[in-house]
């Protein structure tokens, strides 16, 4: 996994203070995530709670991602839950925070990082259709 260039985003990803988790999702599926080890371990006491309110949202990404949803958020005790959806997917880029957290850089790291995962996305792709 951890040469899976996905996955090094995500690991960047974590070494903010406020990502305590994040992962590339989609319903009841994590397609990438980082040895959990890495996650804040206050969010793995909560990780069966938060994984089924991510499945709920994802019927919500699934149902609008075509219409042009780009972001989502929710709060589950004293966490968000940022998802970042990656375009023509059901896929999304997902990182819990503290609820308190100043959301403006996290945004702009988020954001980032979406971008960089959607071009490793087309490189990847790409590739599998010259092999092709």
């Given at each position: 996994?951890?040469?899976?260039?996905i996955a090094l985003v995500?690991y960047d990803l974590?070494?903010?203070?406020?990502i305590l988790?994040?992962?590339?999702?989609?319903q009841?599926?994590?397609?990438?995530?980082?040895?959990?080890?890495?996650?804040?371990?206050?969010?793995m006491?909560?990780?069966?709670?938060i994984k089924?309110?991510?499945?709920?949202?994802?019927?919500?990404?699934?149902?609008?991602?075509?219409a042009?949803?780009?972001e989502?958020?929710?709060?589950?005790?004293?966490?968000?839950?940022?998802?970042?959806?990656l375009?023509?997917?059901?896929n999304?880029?997902?990182?819990?925070?503290?609820?308190?957290?100043?959301?403006?850089l996290l945004?702009v790291?988020?954001?980032?990082?979406?971008r960089e995962?959607?071009?490793l996305m087309?490189?990847?792709?790409n590739?599998?259709?010259a092999?092709?």
């Open positions: 996994m951890q040469d899976d260039p995500l974590l070494k903010l203070d406020d988790g994040c992962m590339v999702a989609r009841n599926m994590i397609s990438v995530m980082p040895d959990q080890s890495k996650f804040d371990p206050q969010v006491e909560l990780w069966d709670i089924r309110a991510m499945d709920d949202v994802f019927g919500v990404i699934r149902e609008y991602s075509q042009g949803l780009g989502m958020e929710f709060r589950l005790q004293d966490y968000e839950v940022l998802f970042y959806i375009p023509d997917t059901e999304a880029l997902v990182a819990i925070v503290p609820a308190l957290a100043n959301k403006g945004e790291e988020m954001e980032n990082a979406r995962i959607i071009n087309e490189k990847q792709e590739e599998r259709l092999i092709v």
